[in-house]
């Protein structure tokens, strides 16, 4: 039952890729390209995952997944982030957010990708 992943990334190829990815290992799984739009996917569908990319135009994706970590206290929360050197300040924000979340560089392997969602839900 476990199994709903939402995904945010405001490039549609790589939010597309994700949610194939997942869909292929038996996730349900939507991506959304504006944190609005991530939102009222979660609204509708209550996703177990939030896959979430750090850089955003309109606003941080650590912003949307503190709104989401607020109203979805179960929803789990892997955070991308394509450059290595914000690492080391995506962690610290994370650490201040109201839950652990997972974080990964991209591009990321599948695999490695999917045995961390696996994971985090496993624990949740």
């Known amino acids: 039952a476990m199994r709903r992943v939402l995904v945010f990334d405001d490039d549609r190829l790589v939010a597309d890729t994700l949610t194939l990815i997942f869909s292929k290992s038996g996730f349900e ?5 504006s944190a609005g739009h991530a939102l009222e ?9 939030l896959l979430c990319d750090v850089t955003m135009p309109d606003r941080g994706g650590l912003e949307l997944a503190n709104d989401i970590a607020r109203e979805f206290p179960d929803c789990r929360i ?3 982030t394509a450059f ?6 995506v962690r ?9 979340m997972g974080i990964l560089t991209k591009p990321c392997q599948p695999a490695e990708l999917l045995r961390e969602a696996t994971e985090m839900l496993a624990t949740a």
């Open 78 to 80: 892997i955070m991308l």
């Open 92 to 100: 610290e924000q994370a650490s201040k957010l109201a839950r652990p």
């Open 29 to 33: 799984s939507g991506a959304a390209d």
């Open 41 to 49: 996917l979660a609204r509708e569908h209550e996703p177990n995952l």
């Open 84 to 89: 290595y050197s914000n690492l080391k300040s």
